[in-house]
Protein backbone atom coordinates (compact mmCIF):
# COMPACT_ATOMS: atom_id res chain seq x y z
CA UNK A 1 0.00 0.00 0.00
CA UNK A 2 1.14 3.87 -0.48
CA UNK A 3 2.82 4.93 2.61
CA UNK A 4 4.76 8.29 3.25
CA UNK A 5 6.72 8.94 6.17
CA UNK A 6 8.10 12.02 7.43
CA UNK A 7 10.69 12.78 9.47
CA UNK A 8 13.85 14.77 10.97
CA UNK A 9 11.26 17.89 12.56
CA UNK A 10 12.18 19.08 15.90
CA UNK A 11 12.89 22.07 18.07
CA UNK A 12 15.43 24.39 16.65
CA UNK A 13 16.35 28.14 17.02
CA UNK A 14 15.19 31.23 14.47
CA UNK A 15 17.85 31.34 12.07
CA UNK A 16 19.56 27.88 12.02
CA UNK A 17 18.22 25.43 9.57
CA UNK A 18 16.57 21.97 9.18
CA UNK A 19 16.06 19.27 6.64
CA UNK A 20 13.00 17.09 6.51
CA UNK A 21 12.56 13.95 4.77
CA UNK A 22 9.74 11.73 3.07
CA UNK A 23 10.16 8.02 2.82
CA UNK A 24 7.89 6.71 -0.04
CA UNK A 25 6.69 3.16 -0.20
CA UNK A 26 4.23 0.97 -1.99
CA UNK A 27 4.35 2.69 -5.46
CA UNK A 28 6.61 4.13 -8.47
CA UNK A 29 7.80 7.62 -6.50
CA UNK A 30 9.89 8.28 -9.88
CA UNK A 31 6.31 8.62 -11.63
CA UNK A 32 4.59 11.14 -9.09
CA UNK A 33 5.21 14.64 -8.13
CA UNK A 34 5.06 15.58 -4.66
CA UNK A 35 4.16 18.62 -2.54
CA UNK A 36 5.44 19.67 0.79
CA UNK A 37 2.43 21.66 2.52
CA UNK A 38 2.03 22.89 6.29
CA UNK A 39 -0.39 23.61 9.26
CA UNK A 40 0.77 25.65 12.03
CA UNK A 41 -1.10 24.70 15.18
CA UNK A 42 -4.71 24.99 15.62
CA UNK A 43 -4.97 27.16 11.53
CA UNK A 44 -5.63 25.33 8.52
CA UNK A 45 -3.78 23.75 5.54
CA UNK A 46 -0.65 25.92 3.62
CA UNK A 47 1.06 24.97 0.45
CA UNK A 48 4.71 24.81 0.42
CA UNK A 49 6.78 23.49 -2.28
CA UNK A 50 6.12 20.96 -5.01
CA UNK A 51 8.76 18.90 -7.39
CA UNK A 52 7.90 17.11 -10.63
CA UNK A 53 8.08 13.11 -10.81
CA UNK A 54 11.65 13.87 -12.21
CA UNK A 55 12.99 17.03 -9.91
CA UNK A 56 13.49 19.08 -12.84
CA UNK A 57 10.22 21.58 -11.85
CA UNK A 58 9.74 23.15 -8.66
CA UNK A 59 8.08 26.06 -7.35
CA UNK A 60 7.57 27.32 -4.29
CA UNK A 61 4.87 29.53 -2.14
CA UNK A 62 6.33 33.16 -1.52
CA UNK A 63 6.50 32.52 2.43
CA UNK A 64 9.29 29.94 1.99
CA UNK A 65 11.31 31.00 -1.43
CA UNK A 66 14.53 31.95 -1.32
CA UNK A 67 14.85 29.62 2.35
CA UNK A 68 13.27 26.80 1.40
CA UNK A 69 14.76 24.12 -0.74
CA UNK A 70 12.89 20.79 -2.40
CA UNK A 71 14.38 18.15 -3.75
CA UNK A 72 14.80 14.18 -4.28
CA UNK A 73 16.03 11.08 -4.76
CA UNK A 74 14.23 8.53 -6.88
CA UNK A 75 16.85 6.11 -6.34
CA UNK A 76 16.38 6.05 -2.26
CA UNK A 77 12.62 6.93 -3.10
CA UNK A 78 13.00 10.34 -0.96
CA UNK A 79 11.89 13.88 -0.86
CA UNK A 80 13.30 16.12 1.19
CA UNK A 81 12.61 19.71 2.41
CA UNK A 82 15.96 22.16 3.22
CA UNK A 83 14.75 24.76 5.39
CA UNK A 84 17.37 27.39 6.45
CA UNK A 85 16.86 30.99 7.37
CA UNK A 86 13.80 29.77 10.34
CA UNK A 87 11.69 32.24 11.44
CA UNK A 88 9.29 31.08 14.55
CA UNK A 89 6.47 31.51 11.78
CA UNK A 90 7.69 28.36 10.43
CA UNK A 91 6.13 26.19 13.14
CA UNK A 92 4.15 23.78 11.70
CA UNK A 93 3.30 20.08 11.10
CA UNK A 94 5.05 19.38 7.78
CA UNK A 95 3.35 17.23 5.35
CA UNK A 96 4.39 15.30 2.46
CA UNK A 97 1.72 14.91 -0.44
CA UNK A 98 1.55 12.73 -3.32
CA UNK A 99 0.06 14.37 -6.33
CA UNK A 100 -2.45 12.29 -8.44
CA UNK A 101 -1.13 11.59 -11.85
CA UNK A 102 -2.54 13.75 -14.67
CA UNK A 103 -4.21 15.58 -11.49
CA UNK A 104 -4.26 18.62 -9.22
CA UNK A 105 -5.21 17.72 -6.18
CA UNK A 106 -3.02 14.77 -3.62
CA UNK A 107 -4.69 10.86 -3.12
CA UNK A 108 -1.79 10.22 -0.51
CA UNK A 109 -0.87 12.01 2.30
CA UNK A 110 1.99 11.11 4.87
CA UNK A 111 1.14 11.29 8.87
CA UNK A 112 3.87 14.55 9.35
CA UNK A 113 6.39 16.18 11.12
CA UNK A 114 6.28 18.85 13.67
CA UNK A 115 8.80 21.48 13.45
CA UNK A 116 9.20 24.32 16.27
CA UNK A 117 11.22 27.44 15.76
CA UNK A 118 11.93 28.68 19.34
CA UNK A 119 14.89 30.06 21.43
CA UNK B 1 -3.29 35.31 -5.96
CA UNK B 2 -6.35 33.10 -5.60
CA UNK B 3 -8.17 33.37 -2.75
CA UNK B 4 -10.98 30.34 -1.35
CA UNK B 5 -12.96 31.29 0.98
CA UNK B 6 -14.93 28.64 3.37
CA UNK B 7 -17.47 29.58 6.86
CA UNK B 8 -15.41 28.66 10.00
CA UNK B 9 -18.15 26.41 11.32
CA UNK B 10 -21.14 24.43 10.09
CA UNK B 11 -23.21 22.41 12.56
CA UNK B 12 -25.70 19.92 12.21
CA UNK B 13 -27.49 17.07 13.78
CA UNK B 14 -26.98 13.87 12.69
CA UNK B 15 -28.75 12.18 10.58
CA UNK B 16 -29.19 15.77 8.34
CA UNK B 17 -27.74 17.32 5.41
CA UNK B 18 -24.50 19.28 5.71
CA UNK B 19 -23.29 21.58 3.22
CA UNK B 20 -19.89 23.34 3.04
CA UNK B 21 -19.23 25.72 0.71
CA UNK B 22 -16.16 27.38 -0.76
CA UNK B 23 -16.17 30.78 -2.42
CA UNK B 24 -13.62 31.70 -4.70
CA UNK B 25 -13.58 33.85 -8.23
CA UNK B 26 -15.56 32.58 -10.97
CA UNK B 27 -14.42 29.24 -9.00
CA UNK B 28 -16.71 27.19 -11.67
CA UNK B 29 -13.96 27.66 -14.00
CA UNK B 30 -11.85 25.49 -12.04
CA UNK B 31 -11.46 22.08 -10.28
CA UNK B 32 -12.21 22.11 -6.76
CA UNK B 33 -10.87 19.20 -4.14
CA UNK B 34 -11.80 18.73 -0.96
CA UNK B 35 -9.97 17.20 1.94
CA UNK B 36 -11.66 15.70 5.49
CA UNK B 37 -9.23 16.09 8.37
CA UNK B 38 -10.28 14.45 11.84
CA UNK B 39 -8.54 15.73 15.02
CA UNK B 40 -4.51 14.65 14.72
CA UNK B 41 -4.75 13.20 11.52
CA UNK B 42 -3.24 13.79 7.87
CA UNK B 43 -5.83 15.10 5.44
CA UNK B 44 -8.00 12.61 3.49
CA UNK B 45 -9.25 13.48 0.21
CA UNK B 46 -12.99 13.08 -0.45
CA UNK B 47 -14.13 14.51 -3.64
CA UNK B 48 -12.13 15.54 -6.63
CA UNK B 49 -12.50 17.66 -9.55
CA UNK B 50 -15.82 18.82 -8.07
CA UNK B 51 -17.44 15.61 -7.90
CA UNK B 52 -15.44 12.72 -8.10
CA UNK B 53 -15.00 10.72 -5.15
CA UNK B 54 -12.70 8.38 -4.73
CA UNK B 55 -12.75 4.27 -3.76
CA UNK B 56 -14.07 4.00 -0.15
CA UNK B 57 -15.42 7.35 0.61
CA UNK B 58 -18.83 6.65 0.93
CA UNK B 59 -21.91 7.86 -1.44
CA UNK B 60 -22.88 10.15 1.55
CA UNK B 61 -20.59 12.43 0.10
CA UNK B 62 -20.35 14.47 -2.78
CA UNK B 63 -19.69 18.09 -4.35
CA UNK B 64 -20.95 20.27 -6.70
CA UNK B 65 -19.33 23.59 -8.21
CA UNK B 66 -21.00 26.34 -10.19
CA UNK B 67 -20.85 30.41 -10.32
CA UNK B 68 -18.56 31.60 -7.12
CA UNK B 69 -19.48 28.56 -4.95
CA UNK B 70 -18.37 24.91 -5.18
CA UNK B 71 -20.36 22.79 -2.14
CA UNK B 72 -19.36 19.54 -0.59
CA UNK B 73 -22.66 18.12 0.43
CA UNK B 74 -22.62 15.17 3.30
CA UNK B 75 -25.85 13.43 3.70
CA UNK B 76 -27.29 11.46 6.72
CA UNK B 77 -24.51 13.14 8.47
CA UNK B 78 -22.67 11.16 11.20
CA UNK B 79 -20.99 11.50 14.08
CA UNK B 80 -18.06 10.14 12.67
CA UNK B 81 -18.18 12.60 9.95
CA UNK B 82 -16.78 15.76 12.72
CA UNK B 83 -14.00 17.07 11.24
CA UNK B 84 -12.32 19.70 9.63
CA UNK B 85 -12.87 19.90 5.93
CA UNK B 86 -10.82 21.98 3.30
CA UNK B 87 -11.21 22.88 -0.82
CA UNK B 88 -8.32 23.15 -2.63
CA UNK B 89 -7.58 24.49 -6.34
CA UNK B 90 -4.70 24.64 -8.65
CA UNK B 91 -3.70 28.50 -9.36
CA UNK B 92 -2.12 27.63 -13.32
CA UNK B 93 -0.63 30.83 -13.30
CA UNK B 94 2.26 30.19 -10.82
CA UNK B 95 1.71 26.54 -10.77
CA UNK B 96 0.72 26.30 -6.85
CA UNK B 97 -2.01 24.77 -4.43
CA UNK B 98 -4.38 27.20 -2.88
CA UNK B 99 -6.48 25.89 0.28
CA UNK B 100 -9.43 27.55 2.01
CA UNK B 101 -9.16 28.42 5.50
CA UNK B 102 -11.04 25.27 6.44
CA UNK B 103 -14.47 24.76 8.36
CA UNK B 104 -15.53 22.96 10.92
CA UNK B 105 -18.81 20.51 11.12
CA UNK B 106 -19.62 19.78 14.45
CA UNK B 107 -22.73 17.14 14.49
CA UNK B 108 -24.59 18.19 17.52
Known amino acids: QVRLVESGGGVVQPGRSLRLSCAAS????????IHWVRQAPGKGLEWVAVLSDDGSIKYYADSVKGRFTISRDNSKNTLYLQMNSLRPEDTAVYYC????????????WGQGTLVTVSS | SYVLTQPPSVSVAPGQTARLTCGGN??????VHWYQQRPGQAPVLVVYNDNGRPSGIPERFSGSNSGNTATLTISRVEAGDEADFYC???????????FGGGTKLTVL
Open chain 1, 26 to 33: GFTFSTYA
Open chain 2, 26 to 31: NIRSKS
Open chain 1, 97 to 108: AREGLNAYYSDY
Open chain 2, 88 to 98: QVWEASNDHWV
